[in-house]
T-cell receptor, first 110, second 113 residues
Framework: GQNIDQPTEMTATEGAIVQINCTYQTSGFNGLFWYQQHAGEAPTFLSYNVLDGLEEKGRFSSFLSRSKGYSYLLLKELQMKDSASYLCAVPNSGNTPLVFGKGTRLSVIA | EAGVTQFPSHSVIEKGQTVTLRCDPISGHDNLYWYRRVMGKEIKFLLHFVKESKQDESGMPNNRFLAERTGGTYSTLKVQPAELEDSGVYFC???????????FGNGTRLTVT
C-alpha cells in the first residue's frame, strides 16, 4: 500500500519562498502529483513528476527523488492567494486511483 | 470547456435516510472517480469507473454505498441508509485517460445528523 507524509501546517510571509515536503512509500511508482485546494473548493492540479529532478512552472516548482521517496513543492514570491492546502498524491501501484496525503495547510501572512 | 459538476453542493439528512449524489464529468472523459474527505483526514478513494464499468471499487466502505454510471456519462452515488460516520465531502473527478491529472468537482458536503 501507500504511505504519504507531509507537514500539517506551514506559515510563510508574503513575497517569501516556501518549500512543502512530501515523503512517500509505494509498492510501485507511477509518478507523483501536487494539487492545490482552497477552502471549500475543488483540488486543482499543480504538477506531475515521474522522473527525478526539478520541474519549474512559473512561481511553482516541484522536485522528485525516486530513490529517496521524496518530493517537494517550492512556491516563490508568495502571494496571499497562495494560502491553501497543498496535497501530495501518488497513483495506486499499477493503476490510476490516486492516494492522497493529508495535505499541508499553508498560511501566507503580510 | 465545462468542468466537473456535482449536485447538490450541500446535503443535510438524518441518520437512516437516503441521499443520492450526482456527478457530471467533463464531456469525453471516460474515467470517473469518487473520493471522500472526512473532517481532519485525507481525501480517500472510493471507486473508479471507466465508461460505464466499475474498474475499481476497493475503496467503497460498505454495501450501504451504491455507485452507478448510466451510459458512461454522469454518475450517481447513493448512500442508504446513511450513518453519522458518512458525513464528509464527496468529490468526483474525471480524466480522459489513466494516469492523467484529475479534474475535480467542487464536492458535495454531506452532513448526517
Amino acid at each position: 500500500g501507500q504511505n504519504i507524509d507531509q507537514p500539517t501546517e506551514m506559515t510563510a510571509t508574503e513575497g517569501a519562498i516556501v518549500q512543502i515536503n512530501c515523503t512517500y512509500q509505494t509498492s510501485g511508482f507511477n509518478g507523483l502529483f501536487w494539487y492545490q485546494q482552497h477552502a471549500g473548493e475543488a483540488p486543482t492540479f499543480l504538477s506531475y513528476n515521474v522522473l527525478d529532478g526539478l520541474e519549474e512552472k512559473g512561481r511553482f516548482s516541484s522536485f522528485l527523488s525516486r530513490s529517496k521517496g521524496y518530493s517537494y513543492l517550492l512556491l516563490k514570491e508568495l502571494q496571499m492567494k497562495d494560502s491553501a492546502s497543498y496535497l501530495c498524491a501518488v497513483p495506486n501501484s499499477g493503476n490510476t486511483p490516486l492516494v492522497f496525503g493529508k495535505g499541508t495547510r499553508l498560511s501566507v501572512i503580510a | 470547456e465545462a468542468g466537473v459538476t456535482q449536485f447538490p453542493s450541500h446535503s443535510v439528512i438524518e441518520k437512516g435516510q437516503t441521499v443520492t449524489l450526482r456527478c457530471d464529468p467533463i464531456s469525453g472523459h471516460d474515467n470517473l472517480y469518487w473520493y471522500r474527505r472526512v473532517m481532519g483526514k485525507e481525501i480517500k478513494f472510493l471507486l473508479h469507473f471507466v465508461k460505464e464499468s466499475k474498474q475499481d471499487e476497493s475503496g467503497m466502505p460498505n454495501n450501504r454505498f451504491l455507485a452507478e454510471r448510466t451510459g458512461g456519462t454522469y454518475s450517481t452515488l447513493k448512500v442508504q441508509p446513511a450513518e453519522l460516520e458518512d458525513s464528509g465531502v464527496y468529490f468526483c473527478a474525471s480524466s480522459p485517460v489513466a494516469h492523467s491529472p484529475l479534474h475535480f468537482g467542487n464536492g458535495t458536503r454531506l452532513t448526517v445528523t
